[in-house]
Nanobody
Framework: QVQLVESGGQLVQAGGSLRLSCAASGRTFNTYTMGWFRQAPGKERDLVAAIPWSGGSTYYAPSVKGRFTISRDNAKNTVYLQMNSLKPEDTAVYYC??????????????WGQGTQVTVSS
């Protein structure tokens, strides 16, 4: 069982930066692939970035590649999403998720409650 709590979402101007954090409970955090998803109003929840338990071979959605960076600190049971050069279209609720999987596509079985990111133009 893994419990996830996101933080760091807020209102920011276009071009700005934010860092989201996701704190996980449980002693087996380092065996989970972790992902960040986002869901804008009226749209589906999409995978934005993911990082396997080993920390290598990260995945980024084409829309955020080069602007977002996912990382994890297994000693702190935390995964981060550094978001730079933010655009209004990045506005969404961002969710942290965990997958007992070797691949970044999941399936993701544990989810956080989400944190709102709003980018103003």
């Amino acid at each position: 069982q893994v419990q996830l709590v996101e933080s760091g979402g807020q209102l920011v101007q276009a071009g700005g930066s934010l860092r989201l954090s996701c704190a996980a409970s449980g002693r087996t955090f380092n065996t989970y692939t972790m992902g960040w998803f986002r869901q804008a109003p009226g749209k589906e929840r999409d995978l934005v970035a993911a990082i396997p338990w080993s920390g290598g071979s990260t995945y980024y959605a084409p829309s955020v590649k080069g602007r977002f960076t996912i990382s994890r600190d297994n000693a702190k049971n935390t995964v981060y999403l550094q978001m730079n050069s933010l655009k209004p279209e990045d506005t969404a609720v961002y969710y942290c998720a965990a997958a007992r999987s070797l691949v970044v596509s999941g399936p993701y079985t544990y989810w956080g409650q989400g944190t709102q990111v709003t980018v103003s133009s």
